[in-house]
Nanobody, 123 residues
């Protein structure tokens, strides 16, 4: 069964950090660009960050630049999202998704989606 599983969400105080993981099973992520998305209550889903299959290209939403870092470990078939200096407005369900693509990454036409992990930033 082909699936992506997110983990690492939870409750954190403003200014704190979390690291999300996106693990693939049933297929190898080596040939896939991977993106992180989030959806806050009452809002549309938005692309947060993405990374190319080689890891050589990354993109970030303006709202998270300088605070979030995406990385991948293809040997572990896992992509990570390190989130620092978290703000209450970062509260959302975070999803990872994969698209078979070389050289770059985008926030559309994803092939596989995870079920999400909840991040709550609150004091």
């Amino acid at each position: 069964q082909l699936q992506l599983v997110e983990s690492g969400g939870g409750l954190v105080q403003p200014g704190g950090s979390l690291r999300l993981s996106c693990a693939a099973s049933g297929f190898t992520l080596d040939y896939y660009a991977v993106g992180w998305f989030r959806q806050a209550p009452g809002k549309e889903r938005e692309g947060v960050s993405c990374i190319s299959s080689s890891g050589g290209r990354t993109k970030y939403a303006d709202s998270v630049k300088g605070r979030f870092t995406i990385s991948r470990d293809n040997a572990k078939n896992t992509v990570y999202l390190q989130m620092n200096s978290l703000k209450p407005e970062d509260t959302a369900v975070y999803y990872c998704a994969a698209e078979r693509r070389d050289y770059t990454c985008y926030f559309y036409d994803m092939d596989y989606w995870g079920k999400g992990t909840l991040v709550t930033v609150s004091s």
